[in-house]
């Protein structure tokens, strides 16, 4: 994500370290203080997050950046920085991992944070995967989550955690984007790079349903807005681009974007799900079919109306 405007406020970020099975992806933890006494108490906007500023995971995302390692599902800080705001976006993200693992860190590790953290602004980064997975996402608005029943323990984790969140910070923003893409991408190409068989890529589904994608700079500046406004309640918001794509569509420009010379291959869902039941921990599984044979598009018109989020059209800039 892109923080320099965290940093340069006076934030830093805390490196999540990966638990026992190195299950856990998206590892960065953001805080940030106010600097600016003239203005008074609160929070005040600090500016455009910068594209680019985004590195590979491992790697410093901004020089001005303060790093700590924190494993966050093992305990909570016992020396936290005074900070006006947190970001979490730490997460294990992962369709077939150790569920006792992404248990661990999602909701384990979100209680963690807030124990850490509480009273501050709380931007939680939840996930679309907290919708319904049995049915078509069609601009699903903000009160149709969380569901009673999901396919696997991400998802469920991710609803969890929204829940504590909402129950126990004192003043929390929950962001539910989708798809991610983007500098620094370290989930979503690469995992459509496993499913590559020579020149192809192996898709469920038609190709033609519709997606919401979320690109990394927007949802940047979507932490932003909730780190630094007053949306009122519910404080519950889907982050998308400003209008779904096919899939067909997204795909070949994600390909295209990173110079990957192949084509997807759609593969019908009801072929897939009998082999998907025998092989659970597939690339190819119920998870995996549910995402890409079926509508998972947001209706964003609460983040618009009451964040100030002015979405971007998707696009695949070459790398």
């Known amino acids: ?91 294990s993200a992962t369709d077939t991992g150790v569920a006792r693992e992404v248990w661990r860190t999602n909701l ?19 996930s679309a995967s907290v919708y319904d997975p049995y049915r078509p996402t069609v601009r699903a608005k903000e009160q149709e989550a969380p569901v009673e029943k999901y396919l696997n323990a991400y998802a469920a984790a991710k609803a969890a955690a929204e829940q504590l969140v909402l129950a126990i910070a004192r003043d929390a923003v929950v962001l539910r984007p989708h798809a991610v893409y983007g500098a620094g991408d370290t989930t979503l190409l690469p995992r459509l790079l496993e499913n590559l068989r020579g020149t192809r890529l192996l898709v469920p589904g038609t190709g033609r349903v519709l997606v919401s994608m979320t690109e990394v700079d927007g ?55 009998p082999l998907a039941r025998v092989f659970p921990g597939g690339r190819l599984n119920r998870y995996v079919i549910s995402q890409f044979a079926m509508e998972r598009t947001l209706d964003i018109t609460a983040a618009i109306d009451r964040l100030g989020y002015r979405p971007a059209p998707t696009s695949f800039p070459a790398r």
């Open 219 to 273: 949802l940047a500046r979507a932490c932003l807005l909730a780190a630094t406004t007053e949306p009122g309640w519910p404080s519950v918001f889907n982050i998308a681009d400003s209008a779904p794509v096919p899939i067909d569509w997204a795909l070949r420009g994600l390909l295209a974007s990173a110079g990957v010379p192949v084509r997807p291959v759609y593969v019908p869902a009801r072929v897939l799900a």
């Open 108 to 126: 384990l590790g979100t209680h963690h944070v807030l124990a850490t953290f509480p009273d501050c602004r709380f931007v939680h980064v939840s």
């Open 1 to 91: 994500m892109a923080v320099e405007q965290f940093a340069r406020a006076g934030g830093g970020a805390v490196r999540a370290e990966p638990g026992p099975q190195g299950v856990q992806e998206h590892l960065t933890l953001l805080v940030f203080q106010v600097r600016d006494a003239a203005q008074g108490p609160g929070r005040q906007p600090l500016g455009q997050p910068r594209a680019g500023d985004d590195q590979r995971l491992g790697q410093p995302i901004v020089e001005l950046a303060a790093y700590r390692s924190w494993d966050i599902g093992a305990a909570k800080l016992t020396d936290p920085p005074d900070v006006d705001a947190v970001v979490h976006c730490a997460a």
